[in-house]
C-alpha cells in the first residue's frame, strides 16, 4: 500500500495543504510542522509523487524497451546504449523481455500503454501481433517488420551478407554452407541471406540450412551441423550471428578440424562483447551507438508529430582478424 | 504532452463522466456515444490511466533494478532472470546502469523515488551514496555492503574463493597469481580472495596484483599480466572474473604460453554465455535463478513488513572442464 498526501496529513496532524507547503517549500510554516511533516513522510515512505504530473497532462519520462531477450550481447549492448542515450535525456527505461513469447509481449503491450510510457522501441520477433497495429503509442522497431506505419530502423543487411559473401570467396572457400535461423520473412535481416547468395553462388557450391534457432540459444545440437560439413566436404560456413558462429568453432575443433584452416567460420553482429573476447571472428560489425540513437531520433520524432527521417538503414563494417 | 481525460471529453463532444463510463463499461451508452469516445481516445493517443492507481494508493507494480552494468554477461543473466520472475508476479522493471559514477546513481535513486516504484534491487559499485542510507524505499542490495539497514543477498563468496584455490593446488600449480579488482572491500566479494589466498597459501607461491576493473573491461593492456607470468613463472592464475580469464587466456596464447598446459587460469561467474561459448573455463558457476528469486523474497518481505530471511548466502559451484 503506497501513502497517500492525505496520510501524511493525519499522522503529521496538519492539512493536506500544508503537507503539500511542506513538500513544495512555500508559505510560512515553522520548523516544528516541517519537522512533522517529515517525520510522518518518512515513517509511511510517502514520496512526492512524479506520477501525478502525467495526470495533469505532463510527460511520463518513461519509454518501454521490447526485446526478445536480453542476454545475446548484442542485444544486451543495444538496450545498454539506448538506456544510456534515454538517461541523458531525462528517460527512464522499462524493459520487457518478450522470449519469443506472443502472450507475454501482449500483456507487455498493455501494460506500457496503461502506465503512459511516451512511446516503445521495440525488437519483437514475434510475428502477427495486433496490439502494434491498434496501440495508440508512438513506436519503433528495430530490424523487424510489425506494420505498414510503424517506422523501422535497421543496418544494411544486405551489405553485410554480400560482404562476408564475398570475404569467404576471396580466402578460397569452393563449399559453403549457409546457415539460415527461423527468422520472420517479412523483416529486413532477411536480405542478409539474399545478399551472401548473390556474392557466392557464382563462385562456389552454396548449402543452405535452416536453424531453428530457440535450440541454438539453448546449447543447440550442434553435431547436426558437423555431420554437414565433414560429409559435404563444407569449407565455409556462413552462421546467422556470433554466438552460433563460435558454439559452431569450438563444436568443429572437438571434431578435430582446423578452423579457420580447414573450415573458416563468419559470424554476424560484432557486439563488443565478443570482440573483447573473440577478436579473431570474422563478423559484421552493426554500429550500436549509431541504431540506439537513431531509433531514439525515429521515436521523438514520431511523438513530437515531426517529419519521419528520410534513411534509417545504417552502415555495416566488415571485421578481419588481423 | 499526454491526454487528459476532459481533452477526449471535449473533442468527442461528451462529458468527463461519459468518457469514464466509457472507459470502465458501466452506466446505459449508446453504441454512438462509445464510438465517438474510442475515435476520440484514438485520435489523443489516450490510455486510461494506470498510474491514477498509485495517487489513489494502490501499488505502482514497478521494480527499479540498479546495476553498475548490463554488459557484463553475469549482471546481463541476472537482470533478465529477475524481470522473468517479476514480471510472473505481475511487476515491471525499471532498469538503470549506475556505471561507476555516483552522480547518475543518486539521480537514478531521486527519479525512482520520485516516480514511486515499490522497491529498488541494487547491485551498486559506488560506494558511499547517502541516498541508500536516506531512502524511504526497501532496498535489497546483491553482494555489496550499502549500510547497515540494507539486506545483503550474496553467494559463498568465501567458499568459491577457497574451491578454486584447491583445484589450482590440485592440478599441481606452484606459482600462483591472484588478480584482485579494485573493488570496495566492505562488500562479500572480497572473501573470495580470503578463500583462495587460505586455500593456496601454504601449498604454493602467492603473488597478488590489484588491477583496476575499469581498464579491463574497455579491453585492458593484459602485456602487464603476461609479462609477470613470464618473469615470474606462474602457472596457475586466477582471474577475478570470466571475462578477465578469457581475454587473459587470448593474451596467453597469443604470448605463445599453452593454456592451460603451462598456466591454468580459472575464472569466477559462470554466467550461461560464458558456459555455452567457453565450456573449457574453470569457474565458480553462482546459482543466478536462486539469486534472483532471493532478492525478490528478500525485497517483498520488506516491502510487506514481514521478518528477513535468515540466510541470504547462496551456495556455488565448481565447474572443470571435462
Do not use: C, W
Amino acid at each position: 500500500m503506497v501513502a497517500k498526501l492525505s496520510d501524511v496529513a493525519e499522522l503529521a496532524g496538519v492539512s493536506v495543504t500544508t503537507v503539500s507547503r511542506v513538500i513544495n517549500s512555500y508559505g510560512s510554516l515553522s520548523q516544528k510542522t516541517i519537522d512533522k511533516v517529515h517525520a510522518a513522510m518518512r515513517e509511511l515512505r510517502y514520496q512526492p509523487n512524479a506520477m501525478a504530473r502525467s495526470l495533469q497532462g505532463k510527460s511520463s519520462q518513461f519509454i518501454g524497451l521490447i526485446f526478445p531477450n536480453i542476454e545475446n550481447p548484442f542485444f544486451t549492448a543495444l538496450v545498454a546504449e539506448i538506456e544510456e542515450l534515454l538517461f541523458a535525456k531525462g528517460y527512464k527505461v522499462i524493459i520487457a523481455t518478450s522470449s519469443n513469447d506472443i502472450e507475454k509481449e501482449q500483456q507487455y503491450l498493455q501494460m506500457l500503454a496503461a502506465n503512459q510510457v511516451e512511446g516503445i522501441i521495440t525488437s519483437s520477433h514475434n510475428p502477427n501481433i495486433d496490439s502494434y497495429k491498434d496501440s495508440f503509442l508512438p513506436i519503433v522497431s528495430y530490424d523487424r517488420y510489425l506494420s505498414d506505419t510503424i517506422p523501422i530502423v535497421s543496418e544494411d543487411n544486405y551489405r553485410g551478407g554480400h560482404l562476408l559473401g564475398e570475404y569467404l570467396v576471396s580466402t578460397g572457400a569452393k563449399n559453403i554452407l549457409m546457415l539460415r535461423d527461423d527468422d520472420n520473412s517479412n523483416s529486413p535481416t532477411a536480405k542478409r541471406y539474399q545478399g551472401f547468395t548473390e556474392a557466392t553462388s557464382n563462385k562456389s557450391h552454396l548449402t543452405t540450412f535452416d536453424f531453428d534457432s530457440n535450440l541454438v540459444s539453448n546449447g543447440g545440437d550442434m553435431q547436426a551441423i558437423v555431420d554437414i560439413v565433414v560429409d559435404n566436404k563444407i569449407d565455409g560456413i556462413f552462421a546467422f550471428n556470433d554466438m552460433m558462429a563460435i558454439q559452431l568453432q569450438n563444436a568443429l575443433r572437438k571434431a578435430n578440424l582446423r578452423v579457420p584452416e580447414d573450415v573458416n567460420v563468419v559470424g554476424y553482429d560484432g557486439s563488443p562483447i565478443v570482440q573483447l573476447l573473440h577478436p579473431d571472428l570474422p563478423t559484421i560489425i552493426q554500429p550500436i551507438h549509431e541504431a540506439a540513437q537513431r531509433l531514439i531520433d525515429t521515436l521523438f520524432n514520431e511523438i513530437n508529430n515531426e517529419p519521419a527521417l528520410s534513411n534509417n538503414v545504417l552502415p555495416v563494417k566488415l571485421h578481419i582478424p588481423e
